[in-house]
């Protein structure tokens, strides 16, 4: 396989003054009917000197083949002259921007789910990136593609069917974003890529079970919430019942202990305003 070997071809402005002074020569012969001698230099200047001469933009490259065989790769901007019989083909080093499609694939506990991915590349190897693929843009919609549907496939969206699940698609989202970073890296490097970045740009469920996945996640809610309500109320009841004992506020048997919970857990836990109820009489009457 071939990789990248940087060229450092002279300059092309000291190769440029050599093509006018040949011009300017092949204008005198034929000013002086030396028509032979103007033909070779004009052949001479236009076949071996003129074709040299290229022009590298900031942030692109000049890849060169001979006769099908790769020379190198100009990668520094500026007026340059190389082989005239190379073949010369401009590879950008520009950082491109993917932005994927949204995809409708399954989640790590098979939900349908709907991702899509921003991903941030360059050029690293243009060598390998001329030769190892057949389209490299190509190439890398196709492994980018790849790439969100098998992380999609690895976690679940989040955590409402697997509690033990460390990383979720929805709440993992630095995570997920160097994980998609690595996996495509290591996909898109035979193809000479760097990816720079790659983030989630999209997550949702699909439209058909969107709605019921809502409806479980609030209920998920309100029952986490109940349980911290009865947990702190629990413990308040506790506290409550301790300071009373420990100060000798008043005693309290079993029966009145009981009732006494009872009507705090029902204050604590209501979920609306509790209105007094001034009771005249006793427990037991």
Known sequence: MNTEKTLNPPSGYLTLVVFLLLLGATGF??????????????LID????????????????KVLILFGKYVGTVKQDGFFWVNPLTIKRKVSLKAFNLNGQQLKVNDGVGNPIEIAAVIVWRIKDTAKAMFAVENYLQYVNIQSEAAVRHLANSFPYDNIE????????????????KLLEKELNERLEPAGIEVLEARISHLAYSPEIAHTMLQRQQASAIISARRLIVEGAVGMVDMALQ???????????????AAMVSNLLVVLCGDKAVNPVVNTGTLYH
């Open 29 to 42: 012969c034929i000013v002086n009917q030396s028509f032979t001698g103007a033909i070779i230099i004009g």
């Open 46 to 61: 236009f076949i071996l000197v003129l074709p040299g001469l290229v022009i590298v933009n900031p942030n692109e490259s």
């Open 162 to 177: 697997d509690e033990q699940a460390r990383i979720t698609l929805s709440n993992g989202a630095d995570e997920v974003s």
């Open 243 to 257: 300071k009373l004992s420990e100060k000798n506020i008043v005693e309290l048997d079993e029966e009145r202990k």
